[in-house]
């Protein structure tokens, strides 16, 4: 995995995906959006791991409700940004 973040990684598949709509047929492009697709998937799954639910679809609790209880960033969260395993609030 590279060192980008879930935001750099987001917004690079947003502009790809924009281009996309106006270039449906653009094989670089296409073959790129994939490529960031599956980065971006990874580095969710990682700041899931590692800090705490990046979106309420990531919340996976079945005995409580984890999103109320993990630290918000304000609260003392995992501020990291780069998704070091030092930032495990859980």
């Known amino acids: 995995m590279n060192n ?11 502009e790809v995906a924009l281009f996309l709509d106006t270039h449906p047929d653009h094989a ?9 697709h599956h980065q971006y998937k990874d580095a969710v799954e ?3 791991r590692t800090c705490a639910p990046l ?5 996976h609790s079945t005995d409580f409700w984890m999103w109320a209880k993990t630290p918000w960033p304000w609260e003392g969260g995992c501020l990291c940004g780069t998704m070091k395993s030092d930032c495990n609030t859980r």
Do not use: K
């Open 4 to 14: 980008m973040s879930v935001y750099e990684l987001g917004f690079a598949l947003v």
């Open 55 to 59: 979106t309420i679809d990531s919340v």
């Open 28 to 36: 670089e492009a296409l073959e790129y959006y994939h490529q960031i």
């Open 46 to 48: 990682e700041y899931n």
